[in-house]
């Protein structure tokens, strides 16, 4: 009885997800806990090859559909919603986990690679929240789940555009989980530490970096994928319903170390 009661606290069933950055490594993992759960999922991304290759690695788990686009263009991301709602008839969850990333000194920092990666990280998800929001607000209920980033409470080099994006999806998920609250969406935010995806590959190439970066994390791994499955879907399950305008770091007790070597 007790177990019943807990499945139907984190069930999905009859909800409808869009996860954007659904052929990424973070995204794919959101979206087989989601598809676990009962969720129908949208994997939104730009590269239509990489999406056809997500999907088919989910066949099997549910109703999995696929849509290309690009974040950062208003147009695409209206257009996207309005497919949405035409195909379910509804909204109720949206994870936002699109993400670019470009390393240099913030004093050689190319201004072209400053807005590639400000407009698909942050002003992306800033389109994604609103078109869906809207949505959302015709049944008072949703789940807006936003990716951020470790980058967004501490100083890692050479990163400067990802962790201003970061940091601002962080302060921009407080903000409109206020205006939102009182209709019955909640926004929060997962902040991942270290994690080993295609993103951090040649970072995690160097040996050297590698053990440097495993001696401040306590828990003394690296982050993968699956370790998001538990908070996404607790954040998108009404096991969350009382929580609103929260950042969530899973880093391995990173944070919380302050950054210092283990012992």
Request: charge should be negative; proline fraction near 3%.
């Amino acid at each position: 009885m007790h177990l019943t009661m807990a499945q139907d606290l984190f069930s999905l069933n009859g909800k409808v997800a869009v996860i954007t950055g659904g052929s990424g490594a973070l995204g794919l993992s959101i979206a087989k806990t989601f598809l676990q759960a009962g969720a129908k999922v949208v994997l939104v991304a730009r590269d239509p090859e990489s999406l056809d290759r997500a999907v088919d690695s989910l066949a099997g788990l549910g109703d999995c559909r696929r849509l290309s686009g690009d974040v950062s263009d208003s147009r695409q991301v209206e257009d996207i919603f309005n497919w949405v709602e035409n195909e379910f008839g509804k909204l109720d969850i949206l994870v936002t986990a699109a993400g670019v990333q470009f390393r240099r000194p913030a004093i050689d920092f190319p201004e072209d690679k400053w807005d590639e990666v400000i407009s698909t990280n942050l002003t992306g998800t800033f389109f994604c929240a609103k078109f869906a929001a809207q949505k959302m607000l015709k049944n008072n209920y949703g789940k807006i789940i936003m990716l951020s980033s470790l980058t967004a409470e501490i100083g890692i080099p050479n990163i400067s555009a990802y962790a201003a994006s970061r940091g601002g999806i962080s302060q921009f998920a407080k903000t409109i989980a206020i205006e939102l609250a009182p209709k019955g969406i909640t926004v929060n935010c997962i902040g991942p530490g270290r994690f080993r995806t295609p993103m951090t590959a040649d970072v995690l190439a160097e040996d050297h970096h590698y053990a440097r970066l495993i001696e401040v994390i306590p828990i003394g791994r690296l982050g993968e994928p699956d370790d998001l499955s538990g908070v996404s879907l607790l954040l998108a399950s009404d096991a969350s319903s009382y929580i609103t305008g929260q950042t969530f770091y899973v880093d391995g007790g990173w944070l919380a170390g302050g950054g210092n070597v283990k012992g």
